[in-house]
C-alpha cells in the first residue's frame, strides 16, 4: 500500500476538466483517453461519469432544465472536492446550460480549485451519424423528446479554456491539445 501511494504523483495540484458538447460529440472517448494518459504519468485521475451519477445520485430525475441544472451543479461539487484533493477530474458531461457552467466555475473559483472548461465542438449533424447511443435515431422516429441540439437548447460555450474540432481532429491529437493546456497551467508534465 505504501509502495502504491508513493507511485502516485502530487506534484501537480488538481484539477477539474469539464467536457461539454452535444451527445456524441466525443466527450467520454476523449475524457477515458485523456485519463489513461495521465494516469500513465501516476497522477490521480477520476472520470465522473454522467449516467452512472444521476442514476446513484439523482435517480428519477428528468432532462428539463431544472434537472440538467441541478445535476450539474452536483457534479461540479463532487468534481470540485476531488479536484482540491489533488486529483484530475474529467466530466464528460452535456451541461447545455450556461449558467449552470458558470455556477460551477465559481464554486471552483471561491474554493481556489483550478477548472478548465473544453468545448468538444462537434456539428450536430455529424454527432447524429455517429449517434453512439441510437439517440438521434429515437427523436427523428419520435420516440424521445428533449434531445439536446436538437429539439433542446445547448447553449454553446462563449470563451471555453480549449475548444475541440472532432470532426477535423483524430482522438489523439485531441487528447494532446487537452494534454498540453494542462502542461502550460501547470496541471500535468
Ligand atoms: P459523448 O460522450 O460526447 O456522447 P462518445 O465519446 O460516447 O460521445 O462518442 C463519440 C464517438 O465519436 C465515438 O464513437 C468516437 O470513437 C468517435 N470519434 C471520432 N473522432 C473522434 C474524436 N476526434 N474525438 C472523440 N471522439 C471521436
Known amino acids: 500500500m505504501a509502495e502504491m501511494e508513493s507511485s502516485i504523483c502530487t506534484c501537480w495540484p488538481g484539477s ?3 467536457l461539454t458538447g452535444l451527445p456524441s460529440s466525443g466527450k467520454t472517448t476523449i475524457a477515458r483517453a ?3 494518459r495521465l494516469r500513465g504519468l501516476a497522477r490521480r485521475v477520476e472520470v465522473l461519469d454522467g449516467d452512472e451519477i444521476r442514476a446513484v445520485l439523482l435517480p428519477g430525475t428528468g432532462f428539463g432544465r431544472e434537472d440538467r441544472d441541478a445535476r450539474v451543479r452536483r457534479i461540479g461539487l463532487m468534481a470540485e472536492v476531488l479536484a482540491r484533493n489533488g486529483v484530475t477530474v474529467l466530466v464528460p458531461v452535456i451541461a447545455p446550460f450556461a449558467d449552470s457552467r458558470a455556477a460551477v466555475r465559481e464554486r471552483h473559483a471561491a474554493a481556489g480549485t483550478e477548472f478548465l472548461e473544453v468545448h468538444v465542438a462537434t456539428p450536430v449533424e455529424l454527432c447524429a451519424e455517429r449517434d453512439v447511443k441510437g439517440l438521434y435515431a429515437k427523436q427523428a422516429a419520435g420516440e424521445i423528446s428533449g434531445l ?4 433542446d437548447p445547448y447553449e454553446a ?4 479554456e480549449l475548444r475541440l474540432q472532432t470532426h477535423t481532429m483524430t482522438v489523439d491529437q485531441c487528447v494532446d491539445a487537452l494534454v498540453a493546456l494542462l502542461a502550460e497551467r501547470g496541471l500535468a508534465a
Open 16 to 18: 477539474t476538466v469539464w
Open 34 to 36: 485523456v485519463a489513461e
Open 148 to 151: 439536446t441540439g436538437v429539439d
Open 157 to 160: 460555450p462563449a470563451a471555453p
